[in-house]
């Protein structure tokens, strides 16, 4: 069974720093993309950012260019979120995803995305 767990999130001041953690059981963790995605109210769920199943190429939206840093540690089957200058814009409930399959490419459309974790919370106050 795959599963994925993120975990990290909280409370933090605006400018402040956060690293969410996603560990990853059930699947070979270096042959998957993995993604962050984050969802607040009413809103619909975006990709933040993603990385590949090799060589480690990257994807950030342009929001979080430059702010957050996307890594994998393959050896403890975890994928991080490194996230510096929080703003309450990035607010929101943050969710890690594994594809259905190997891709050599990196997905960033979420229907391409089967497993999820359960979401963590990270809430910037302004």
């Known amino acids: 069974e795959v599963q994925l767990q993120a975990s990290g999130g909280g409370l933090v001041e605006a400018g402040g720093s956060m690293t969410l953690s996603c560990i990853v059981s059930?699947?070979?963790?270096?042959?998957?993309?993995i993604g962050w995605f984050r969802q607040t109210p009413g809103k619909a769920r975006e990709g933040v950012s993603f990385?590949?199943?090799?060589?480690?190429?990257?994807w950030y939206r342009d929001s979080v260019k430059g702010r957050f840093t996307i890594s994998r540690d393959n050896a403890k089957n975890t994928v991080y979120l490194r996230m510096n200058s929080l703003k309450p814009e990035d607010t929101a409930v943050y969710y890690c995803?594994?594809?259905?399959?190997?891709?050599?490419?990196?997905?960033?459309?979420?229907?391409?995305?089967?497993?999820w974790g359960q979401g963590t919370q990270v809430t910037v106050s302004s």
């Open positions: 059930g699947l070979a963790l270096d042959d998957y993309a």
């Open positions: 990385i590949s199943s090799s060589e480690g190429r990257t």
């Open positions: 995803a594994a594809p259905a399959g190997r891709t050599y490419y990196i997905p960033i459309v979420e229907n391409e995305y089967a497993y």
